[in-house]
C-alpha cells in the first residue's frame, strides 16, 4: 500500500473521497475518448490529468536533437534486431494519461505485439524527453512519476540549450526513478534497457559527431 493511500483511509471521509475521485476519472475518461476522436496526424497534442495540451512548433535545436538521437538508437536497434524505436508520433496510452514522446524504445516482446494498424502503444521500455521551456515542467513532474509507474524502465532528459543528458531507470525499492547520470560535452551515455548503446553526448548536438557515432554504431 502506497503512503498516499495509507493516509486517506486513515480519514473518515475516505469512501466520500473516493466516490468524488471516481467521479473526476470518469469524467476525465470521457474527455480523454473526445481527445482521440478531435486530434489528427498533423498535431502533436497529448491528453494529461484530464486537460488536452496541444504543443506548439518546437525551436531548431530541439527539433535536431530528437532528428539525431533518434535516428541513432533506430539505427543501432534496427541493426541488432533487438526491438523498434518510435520518433514523436507515438501515442502511449497509460490508466489515466496519453503522451507523445520524442524518442521511445520497445524491446523485441513489446515491439513483437504492435500490430501495424495500431494507433495507441503501450508503456515503451526506454523513453527520452527533449526539454523546452513549455514542456519541461511535465517533463519532470508528472511525466517522471507517471512513466515509472507504469513500468517505464528507463528515462532519458535531453536538454539541447545546455547540451546535456540526464538518464533515471526504475529502483526496484521505491518503484520511483533514480539518477544514474548527469552527462555532457565530451562524455558518452549508455543505455541501460538497450544494451550496447553507447554514443557520445556531443553526438546529438552536432551534425559531424553525429554522423561519425553513426557510423561507428552500424560498425559495430
Known sequence: MTELA????????????????????????????AFYEWM???????FINGEVVVHSPALEKHNAAVLRLGMLLSAFVDAQEIGMVRVEKALVELT?????????????????????????????????????????????????????????????????TRQTIETFIIDTDTEAYAATGHFSIGQSVSSQQVPGFTIPVKAVFDSSANVAALRSLLAS
Not at 469512501?15 to 480523454?32: C, H, T, Y
Not at 489528427?40 to 497529448?46: C, H, I, S, T
Not at 503501450?122 to 517522471?144: G, I, M
Request: proline fraction near 7%; charged fraction near 30%.
Open 96 to 160: 489515466r494519461n496519453s503522451y507523445e514522446p520524442d524518442i521511445c524504445y520497445f524491446g523485441s516482446a513489446k515491439a513483437a505485439a504492435i500490430q501495424p494498424d495500431q494507433l495507441y502503444y503501450p508503456a515503451p521500455d526506454l523513453v527520452v524527453e527533449v526539454l523546452s521551456k513549455s514542456t519541461q515542467k511535465n517533463d519532470r513532474e508528472v511525466k517522471f512519476e507517471d512513466y515509472a509507474a507504469h513500468g517505464v524502465m528507463e528515462y532519458w532528459l535531453v536538454d539541447p
Open 40 to 46: 489528427d496526424d498533423d498535431m502533436k497534442a497529448e
Open 6 to 33: 495509507a493516509q486517506l483511509l486513515e480519514s473518515p471521509k475516505a469512501p466520500q473521497i473516493i466516490r468524488q475521485v471516481q467521479a473526476i476519472l470518469n469524467d476525465e475518461q470521457k474527455r480523454r475518448q
